[in-house]
């Protein structure tokens, strides 16, 4: 009775003959405000009283974190990078390496790589989710049709000539409804629909990120392990021929055997490390053929490898800006926001909500009559939703929706920790490196030296081949010991363009 009186035409109300009666009519025939009023109280009271409770016991939403790098980059110290130029280089960030056959393997990758197909599938799919919560906020349509051949019972409610009659009854109708959305449900979800599409996008850029970057670690690892494998091949026939006087000089009587046995053993570790290396190096090349796309087959047809990069120079200090262009960090902020607009659409539900609904059909029981007038059926009205009685089912939505939005910022946190140590780990890393691949340059520039010396006393006859092959196998251990730092530091700055986001360029801010 109440909802009818709420919707209910407004009628002008006849003259009572008491002035102080709120019910007297203006000159208009409209009723005063007070009679408007008495119309709508109950109404209100209803809407008002209609309402769930919100719960009160729902924990404090957590905070979200802002690490702090500047002293851990500060403690770092690398003289040895800051004498290197920076290399501004327009483009993608794996193109301030200079290897173009690096920049064909990435470019190959990002066309291939299965991971970039599912994550651009999940892009698709946000698209579409958020297409359809905006649609969910529009007028709804639903059209029926239907034929039912039915006959009536003579003992049922309608007697005979009714009763005991197969009809034929045909239907069809449109119906149209719309929710008025006072409390902002349907904008709310929409919110989080786009959140989440961006989120999408987002960990598409994240997916990029790693499949550069593990192409990029994979080329200088296999870089590494090319250029040392060569060397240990010719270490192998330094020492071989270390072996070979050896066993000439036993056999003449010169020497005993125990130099012939420990040049045996060199031989034999020679060959240990050339069968690993020569592993690691097929091993690298599936890696790299996987992640462009293709199978093991064609790992042959790959360009090998070379160390010859330039490292990209290193900023003097890391703004924390950076590290939220992370795309996986970004993501992750999409989706704590989508977490909070859930949230919001879920406390909406606790309000009363209006839907408007209208529909328009034809129904008949002579088929041959359908498309007459007559046969036109039509209907109009509000629809009030209350729900005061499902208080206890929405408070344990809410509590869902709060429990996801704390899991949400909880992995949020979790990953910019994460993304400030891993940069922090590898800038302190590739510091670290220079400082060593600086003191191994000069060890490697002494050991020629005395390689220099002991050919040119072999020349004059005041060295033994032997001094000589071994000042040359010298030269050899310390170029791989550098070779093995120069694609470490390559590899390093690989990790430190990917916990910066890749995009970031590694040169000092503008102030």
């Known amino acids: 009775m109440i909802l009818k009186s709420l919707f209910a035409p407004r009628r002008p109300i006849e003259h009572s003959g008491d002035e102080g009666s709120w019910a007297p009519l203006r000159k208009s025939g409209r009723p005063i405000r007070g009679a408007a009023m008495k119309r709508w109280l109950p109404a209100l009271y209803l ?13 404090a939403r957590p905070a979200m974190k802002t690490p702090q790098v500047a002293a851990a980059i500060a403690s770092s110290t690398h003289q040895a990078t800051r004498d290197v130029d920076a290399h501004p280089v327009a483009g993608p960030w794996w193109r301030a390496f200079g290897v173009a056959e690096l920049d064909r393997l990435i470019e190959t990758a990002l066309k291939d790589a299965p991971d970039l197909d599912a994550a651009r599938a999940r892009v698709r ?9 905006r649609l969910n906020g529009q007028v709804q349509y639903a059209t029926d049709a239907s034929i039912v051949r039915e006959r009536l019972s003579k003992n049922g409610l309608f007697p005979p000539p009714i009763g005991g009659s197969t009809f034929t009854q045909t239907e069809i109708t449109q119906e149209l409804s719309y929710a008025l959305d006072w ?11 786009g959140n989440e599409r961006q989120a999408a996008n987002d960990e598409l850029a994240a997916v990029r990120l790693a499949v550069a970057a593990a192409v990029a670690d994979a080329y200088f690892a296999g870089a590494d392990v090319e250029a040392r494998l060569e060397i240990a091949r010719a270490l192998r026939e330094d020492h071989r021929k270390e072996y070979d006087l050896l066993k000439a000089r036993h056999d003449l009587g010169l020497d005993s055997v125990q130099p012939v046995i420990d040049a045996r053993k060199r031989l034999d570790e020679d ?13 690298l090349r599936y890696r790299l053929s996987a992640l462009t796309g293709a199978d093991p087959d064609h790992a042959a047809d790959l360009p090998a490898p070379r160390l010859a990069a330039r490292p990209p120079s290193l900023p003097g200090r890391l703004p924390l800006d950076w590290l939220a262009r992370r795309p996986d960090v ?32 034809l129904d008949t029981l002579d088929l041959g009559k ?7 059926t039509a209907s109009i009205g509000p629809a009030l939703h209350l729900p005061i009685f499902n208080g206890g089912t929405l408070r344990a939505k809410l509590g869902m929706r709060e429990a996801d939005y704390a899991a949400a910022v909880a992995a949020y946190n979790r990953t910019v920790l994460d993304a400030a140590r891993q940069a922090a780990d590898a800038y302190a890393l590739i510091a670290s490196l220079d400082l060593r691949g600086e003191a191994q340059r000069q060890a490697l ?26 000042a040359d196998s010298a030269v050899l251990g310390e170029r791989m010991n550098d070779i093995e730092i120069q694609a470490a530091r390559l590899r390093a700055r690989v990790a430190l363009f990917k916990a910066l986001g890749g995009d970031a360029p590694l040169k000092d801010p503008a102030p």
């Open 125 to 133: 799919v946000a698209g579409e989710a958020e297409r359809l919560a």
């Open 330 to 361: 970004a993501a992750l902020r999409s989706r704590v926001d989508a977490a909070a607009d859930r949230s919001a659409a879920a406390k909406a539900d606790f309000y009363p909500n209006l839907d408007l609904r209208m529909m328009v059909g």
């Open 271 to 283: 060959e240990d490390r050339i069968g690993g290396l020569e592993y690691l190096a097929r091993s």
């Open 47 to 59: 809407a008002m009283a209609g309402c769930a409770q919100l719960p009160q016991d729902l924990p």
């Open 445 to 470: 520039q002494k050991t020629e030296q005395t390689r220099d010396l002991a050919e040119q006393r072999r020349t004059l006859g005041l060295a033994s081949p032997l001094d000589a092959l071994e």
């Open 183 to 193: 409390w902002g449900r349907n904008r709310s979800l929409v919110r989080a629909a």
């Open 370 to 376: 359908l498309l007459q007038a007559g046969s036109l």
